[in-house]
Each structure stands twice: as structure tokens, then as C-alpha cells.
């Protein structure tokens, strides 16, 4: 697949209305094309933006008091407003009418533009890892490479076609946890590679990678270079940014405890 052909079939894609061969085509090209995944990304932001808007806002108390004075004399006040209004465009020549509806929706389009437009705001970091935490761990979002080897779950998440990185596993089992194995989801627009791990008689560790920079942490997180964490609500999580994606560990350990498990892992 070229990119000129993915372009005509990005709102497709989006919609997920592609056929299970042009999806397969798609996802084989996206994860060798950069601009395409970008491309992706914003018609996929777009499209969020559109529909969690409303294009319809209704007129300021204010605004149409002022406009039943300007345009009708006192002996009409006493008409719906808009009754009034639809007879003043009736009786005034083309011309006219033509422009105040342009005047109308130039101030429509100046109003709306910037919400429609406007960034969603990025979502809670820690927030999400709560969720994906819970939902993995109690097995409503179960895994779907079953494995117990780290290399074998990254050479799964690495050739599915489903990240837009390559990603690491991390291998826990000098800190004492197993690989339970893990599943590629969609968080926030983006593609994210989720891992579980189990130890005896510990709590789980959940591992979530995502590709770009780490959004905003917390207030209170602790750390640096790279490497932070933050614990609330019983939850302790490890934020650490790699080259091409960031990573978030999370578990229910005291902070010392949790540190102490990651520590013993190389590269986490």
C-alpha cells in the first residue's frame, strides 16, 4: 500500500468501516510509516473534536432583546420573536437578507471554530493506569498473548501491526513476579501495549507503554531523570520516559516496597 492510497482511505479507517483486507493493508503500513500515522492520529483527534461538540447555541437573552428594538417598532413587541424576525427577512429585499445571513454565520463560525478545534485536555496519567490496573487484574479486559516469557510477548506486541513503537518487555522474574501475559488497547487515541505480571502472595504489577512524552504528572510526584513516582489511594506507580515511548508501572505496594521489586529489573 502506498501513502497516497492510504490517504483515500484514512476516514475509512477512522470510522472503521475498512474491509478485513484493506485493514490488514492498513495496519501493515502504518507500522512502517510515520507521516501515515500521524496522518491517522489528527483525522482521528478531528473527528473526537466534531462529534463531542455541538453546533447549535442558542441566542443570548441579551442579544435578542436588543435586536427586537433595532429592528421592529413598538407595536410589534408583543409578537414571538421569532415570528417577527422571519416577517422582517420576508419583507426585505434579496440583497440584504443575503447578507445578514452571511453577517450571521461568519459570527457562528468565529464562536464555534475555537471549541471545535479546541485540545481535548489530556487525560489523568495516573487516572488511567487505575483503570487499566483494575480492569486487567480482576479480568474484565483479559490478556490475549498468554505467555510467561518477556522476549515472547515483546516479539508478539512488535510484529502484531498494532503499536505505531517497538516496545520492551520487562522481565520480572529476578524480582520475584511471573509474566501472565499482555494485550495491545486503544488509550486516549493511541495504541498501548499492556503487561501483567503475578507473584506469590504479592500484589499484581501492571505495565502500560505508550509511544511520545509523558503528559503532565500528578502534584506530588517525586524523581528525576526520567524516572518518577507517585502514590495515592493505595496505588503506587513508576512513570519513566524512554527514547520513543514512555512506561507506567503500576501496583497496590508501598511505595518502598514496589521501588525496592523494580529495582531488581534491568530497564524497567
Known amino acids: 500500500m502506498t501513502c497516497d492510497i492510504y490517504q483515500d482511505l484514512v476516514a475509512a479507517h477512522v470510522d472503521d468501516a475498512l474491509t478485513a483486507v484493506e485493514a490488514a493493508e492498513v495496519r501493515a503500513h502504518l507500522h512502517a510509516c510515520e507521516r501515515c500515522r500521524r496522518l491517522f492520529e489528527d483525522e482521528t483527534r478531528f473527528r473526537a473534536a466534531l462529534a463531542a461538540r455541538r453546533f447549535i447555541v442558542p441566542v443570548p437573552a441579551d442579544v435578542e432583546r436588543r435586536l427586537c428594538g433595532a429592528l421592529h417598532p413598538e407595536g410589534e413587541a408583543a409578537r414571538p420573536f421569532w415570528l417577527r424576525l422571519s416577517a422582517w427577512l420576508g419583507a426585505t429585499p434579496l440583497f440584504p437578507r443575503l447578507a445578514f445571513g452571511l453577517a450571521v454565520t461568519g459570527i457562528l463560525i468565529v464562536m464555534l471554530l475555537p471549541r471545535a478545534f479546541r485540545s481535548a485536555p489530556a487525560p489523568n496519567l495516573f487516572t488511567q493506569a487505575v483503570h487499566y490496573y483494575q480492569t486487567v487484574t480482576e479480568g474484565a479486559l483479559p490478556v490475549e498473548y498468554v505467555t510467561e516469557d518477556p522476549q515472547g510477548l ?110 531488581l529489573a534491568p530497564g524497567s
Open 154 to 263: 515483546q516479539a508478539s506486541f512488535n510484529t502484531s501491526g498494532r503499536l505505531d513503537f517497538m516496545t520492551q518487555v520487562t522481565d520480572l522474574r529476578p524480582a520475584g513476579y511471573r509474566l501472565r501475559g499482555g494485550k495491545v488497547v486503544m488509550g486516549a487515541g493511541h495504541p498501548l501495549a499492556v503487561s501483567l505480571y503475578e507473584g506469590e502472595g504479592e500484589e499484581p504489577i501492571v505495565c502500560l507503554r505508550q509511544r511520545g512524552t509523558l503528559p503532565p504528572l500528578p502534584q506530588g510526584t517525586e524523581g528525576e531523570n526520567d524516572h518518577y513516582w507517585y502514590t495515592s489511594d493505595g496505588y503506587t506507580t513508576m512513570f519513566t520516559q524512554f527514547p520513543d515511548y514512555f512506561c507506567v508501572m503500576i501496583s497496590r505496594q508501598p511505595k518502598e516496597i514496589f521501588l525496592q521489586h523494580l529495582a
